[in-house]
C-alpha cells in the first residue's frame, strides 16, 4: 500500500512556480522519494528522486525536510504542459513502486 | 536511446478470453516491473522480472501471469478476462531494479 499522502488536487498559475507537498513520515533510512507525473493517461513520467539532500534537475527541484518525513515539488515555471497528476513514492528498490492517488495539478493561464 | 514500447496500444477482448501484452524495455534495461491502473484503484504494481525470473509480485490473482525473454523483453498474460480487468496496463524498465524506473506508454485494454 502507497505510504505517502499529496493534497488532491491544487491550481497555480501559468509563470509562478508551483510547489506540490507530499507526506511520508514513516519513511526509513533506506527509502528514497520518488516523483514522477502522469499526463492525461500517459505512461508516468519520472521527475526527479532523493534521498536526503535537495535535489535539482532541468525539470524540478526536490525539497526534503532534514527529518525526512515530508519533501516538496517545485516546478520554478509552471507552464500549461505541467497539468498533470503528480505522484509521489517512497521507495528502497526503485523496481517496486506503490502509487497513491497523487495530487492533480491543473495550471491556469 | 529509443523509450519502453509497449504492444499492442489498444486492445478490445471479451469476458472469458485471454490476453497477451508486450513490452520491449530500454536498451541495457534488465529489470522490468508491470501495473494495472484502473480509475477505481488507481496504479497498482503486478510484477517484477529480473535475469527472466519473477522477483516481486503483488496482490493479484493467478489470472495474471508474465514472463521475461533473455534479451529482457517481458510479456504478461491475463487468462479468462473479466470486466474488472479492463485497464490501462503499463510497464516499466531499470538497469537492474534498484534504480528509477521509466514508463511506457501503456497498453489499453478493454473487456467487453
Known amino acids: 500500500d502507497a505510504k505517502t499522502t499529496q493534497p488532491t488536487s491544487m491550481d497555480c498559475a501559468e509563470g509562478r512556480a508551483a510547489n506540490l507537498p507530499c507526506n511520508h513520515s514513516t519513511i526509513s533510512g533506506n527509502e528514497y522519494v520518488y516523483w514522477y507525473r502522469q499526463i492525461h493517461s500517459q505512461g508516468p513520467q519520472y521527475i526527479i528522486h532523493?534521498?536526503?539532500n535537495n535535489e535539482t534537475n532541468e525539470m524540478a527541484s526536490l525539497i526534503i525536510t532534514e527529518d525526512r518525513k515530508s519533501s516538496t515539488l517545485i516546478l520554478p515555471h509552471a507552464t500549461l504542459r505541467d497539468t498533470a497528476v503528480y505522484y509521489c513514492?517512497?521507495?528502497?528498490?526503485?523496481?517496486?513502486?506503490?502509487f497513491g492517488t497523487g495530487t492533480s495539478l491543473t495550471v491556469i493561464p | 536511446k529509443a523509450g519502453v514500447t509497449q504492444t499492442p496500444r489498444y486492445l478490445i477482448k471479451t469476458r472469458g478470453q485471454q490476453v497477451t501484452l508486450s513490452c520491449s524495455p530500454i536498451s541495457g534495461h534488465r529489470s522490468v516491473s508491470w501495473y494495472q491502473q484502473t480509475p477505481g484503484q488507481g496504479l497498482q504494481f503486478l510484477f517484477e522480472?529480473?535475469?527472466?525470473?519473477?522477483?516481486n509480485k503483488g496482490n493479484f490473482p493467478g489470472r495474471f501471469s508474465g514472463r521475461q525473454f533473455s534479451n529482457s523483453r517481458s510479456e504478461m498474460n491475463v487468462s479468462t478476462l473479466e470486466l474488472g480487468d479492463s485497464a490501462l496496463y503499463l510497464c516499466?524498465?531499470?538497469?537492474?531494479?534498484?534504480?528509477?524506473?521509466?514508463f511506457g506508454p501503456g497498453t489499453r485494454l478493454l473487456v467487453l
Open positions: 516499466a524498465s531499470s538497469l537492474a531494479g534498484a534504480e528509477t524506473q521509466y
Open positions: 522480472y529480473f535475469s527472466e525470473t519473477q522477483r
Open positions: 532523493g534521498l536526503k
Open positions: 513514492i517512497e521507495s528502497n528498490t526503485g523496481n517496486q513502486f506503490y
